[in-house]
């Protein structure tokens, strides 16, 4: 069965998206899906983390990757999104971390932090590793139940907001 990603970026990201599209396909044969955004003409990071983060949850890709400036602003977008786990990495460790011990199906980086040569060991570090489950289960079932409460949050920032 192929990999498959998807990878969407701001304009901040849009150069860095071809060079790291490029590179999954050439070196690891994984099939990619590009979500936008298509040119280096500014623009807003939710709504191509949100259509990465809806092609995730429709299974029509199994990871994806978002890069902005920073990488914190597509995070924040795609975490927002119940069943997303997107993780900000700036150096490979993390990236290897964050899908072996929290199962993150969304990685992120910034392109105004990472340059290209970083950039590629921070995916291969993602790439080439698997989730480890085991005693990381019982604590990433807790974002679940988190998940969960989603309509009780609403509530309460409706409250506050109303008080």
């Known amino acids: 069965m ?14 860095l998206k071809l060079e790291i599209k490029k590179y999954l396909e050439d070196e690891f044969s994984i099939e990619t899906t590009d979500f936008g955004t298509y040119s280096r003409e500014s ?3 939710a ?4 259509k990465l983060g809806v092609a995730l949850l429709k299974g029509e890709i199994d990871y994806g990757i978002l ?5 914190v602003g597509m995070s924040i977008a ?3 999104i ?8 700036s150096e490979p460790f993390s990236a290897s971390m964050a899908k072996m011990h929290n199962n993150a199906n ?19 570090a993602y790439v080439e590793n698997v989730y480890e489950g085991g005693r990381h289960a019982e604590r990433n079932a807790y974002l679940e139940v988190i998940e969960d409460k989603s309509d009780e949050y609403k509530q309460l920032k409706q409250d506050a907001a109303s008080d």
């Not at 709504?47 to 949100?50: K, L, T």
């Not at 992120?108 to 995916?123: E, N, Y």
């Open 2 to 15: 192929t990999t498959r990603f998807g990878l969407a970026s701001d304009h901040a990201g849009f150069d």
């Open 106 to 124: 969304v990685l992120c980086f910034g392109a105004r932090v990472v340059g290209l040569g970083l950039a590629k060991l921070i995916v291969k």
């Open 67 to 71: 890069i902005c400036g920073t990488g």
């Open 82 to 89: 119940p069943g997303v786990r997107a993780a900000v990495c």
């Open 43 to 45: 623009t807003a990071t």
């Open 47 to 50: 709504p191509y983390a949100e």
């Open 78 to 80: 795609a975490n927002k």
